[in-house]
């Protein structure tokens, strides 16, 4: 494992792959955190008059942007990861340490699921309110970002569910008045 070290552009992509997988696990732990808030909490957010809480209500007004948004992310970093891991087990392969190479890609997947999406999200659904807030203002900066390439996304979502699934109809909100009935 000494030869993961020796090489700085190893080195660099050891340490971009350590930045993605922040990246991930920001973007697992606040969208458990933003849609695990209860009606209840998001109501307490709505009458509060902090910054960040009125950021969450305004993301989570549109949800379906905000998913797209953060899956959007999440993929684009995770697949980032991946490839900066095969890189590095390439050239570790191609060095001659083909068992190391084939470890590095185990113990880089294992962080990944672990790191970048169980613990985050673990997290998230405990301390939801207030990582929430932690997350409002740079998880609202990615979703504009996104949002100049939500119409590709939109359209080519509309095209599939057409093909796949043409009878498919949304479902009607229960409303209270319902159950009552």
């Known amino acids: 494992m000494q030869a993961l070290f020796e090489n700085p552009d190893t080195l660099f992509l050891m340490s971009a792959m350590l930045c993605l997988l922040i990246g991930s696990g920001f973007f697992s732990a606040s969208e458990t955190a933003l849609f695990f808030l209860s009606t209840d909490e998001i109501q307490a957010f709505q009458q509060n008059d902090r910054h960040s809480e009125q950021v969450i209500v305004a993301l989570l007004q549109q949800p379906d942007r905000l998913l797209t948004a953060v899956l959007f992310w999440n993929l684009l970093i995770n697949l980032t990861f991946f490839a900066c891991g095969v890189v590095i087990s390439g050239q570790l392969a191609a060095d001659g340490h083909r068992a190391a190479a084939g470890v590095f890609g185990v113990v880089s997947l294992g962080?990944?699921?672990?790191?970048?999406?169980?613990?985050?999200k673990s997290c998230a659904v405990i301390f939801r309110q207030s990582l929430a807030r932690v997350v409002s203002f740079p998880l609202a900066f990615a979703v504009q970002l996104f949002d100049p390439l939500a119409p590709t996304f939109e359209s080519v979502t509309r095209s599939l569910r057409r093909v796949f699934w043409p009878d498919i109809k949304r479902e009607q909100f229960l409303h209270s008045e319902d159950?009552?009935?």
């Open 111 to 120: 962080m990944m699921i672990v790191f970048g999406e169980v613990l985050p």
């Open 179 to 181: 159950l009552e009935r």
